[in-house]
């Protein structure tokens, strides 16, 4: 069975500032989907980037980024010139390429962001 | 509405009162799926649906638990004699295939407390 594990349970950064949020994930699988997802408190989670495991260049989107080793089962999330409105729980998720596609997401981390 | 809808948004049962949960999906959605999220955590793999056949509910913690999709769309998740357990989130997401299009839509979610 596949985990996904986020060993920081919150993370705290200033404004304008940079921060990363470490993800790490377990399969036997080599064609999978990795996500991270943004849920702000009372609402909707929403999808921040996803990555695609058979590409070797790591996906961005705007401030956001990541860092994914396939090898060493580590995706992690980059945020640049975090803004108030970045702060909200932050989970990763694991999906198979193929079949039931459903999501299997880690513990979360919570971001704070300091004015 | 262009996004994944659910009712009600909250929902506050006796332990032992039956309960429904409805799930509006994105239309045209293929994939629909059921996540439980407990307080505090990561949401965590309920059950699956292609189109109305009901292709994975290994995730149903009881056979309390009860999810169908008759026509293809509208989901309901039915919780029968409900326990203080049952206490959760429950996100319902869809997406648009499930043959690797990956990316899931997740709903607000129905808050479920049991007194």
């Known amino acids: 069975a596949q985990t996904v594990t986020q060993s920081q349970p919150e993370m705290s950064v200033q404004e304008a500032e940079t921060v990363t949020l470490s993800c790490t994930y377990d399969t036997s699988e080599s064609d999978y989907y990795l996500f991270w997802y943004k849920q702000p408190p009372s609402r909707q989670m929403i999808l921040v980037i996803r990555?695609?495991?058979?590409?070797?260049q790591n996906a961005t989107e705007n401030r956001f980024s990541v860092n994914f080793q396939k090898a060493a089962k580590s995706f992690s999330l980059k945020i640049s010139d975090s803004q108030l409105g970045d702060a909200a729980m932050y989970f990763c998720a694991y999906s198979p390429n193929f079949g039931n596609e459903k999501l299997t997401f880690g513990t979360g981390t919570r971001l704070t962001i300091i004015p | 509405g262009a996004g994944v809808s659910q009712s009600p948004r909250y929902k506050v049962a006796k332990r032992g009162q039956d309960v429904a949960l409805r799930c509006d999906p994105i239309s045209g959605h293929v994939s629909l799926f059921w996540y439980q999220q407990a307080l505090g955590q990561g949401p965590e793999f309920l059950t699956y649906f292609q189109n109305e056949a009901q292709l994975d509910k290994s995730g149903l913690p009881s056979d309390r638990f009860f999810a169908e999709r008759p026509e293809g769309s509208v989901s309901t998740l039915k919780i029968q004699r409900t326990q203080q357990e049952d206490s959760a989130v429950y996100l319902c997401?869809?997406?648009?295939?499930?043959f690797g299009a990956g990316e899931q839509y997740v709903g607000p979610g129905t808050r479920l407390t049991v007194t």
């Open positions: 997401a869809s997406s648009l295939a499930g």
């Open positions: 990555q695609e495991a058979y590409k070797q």
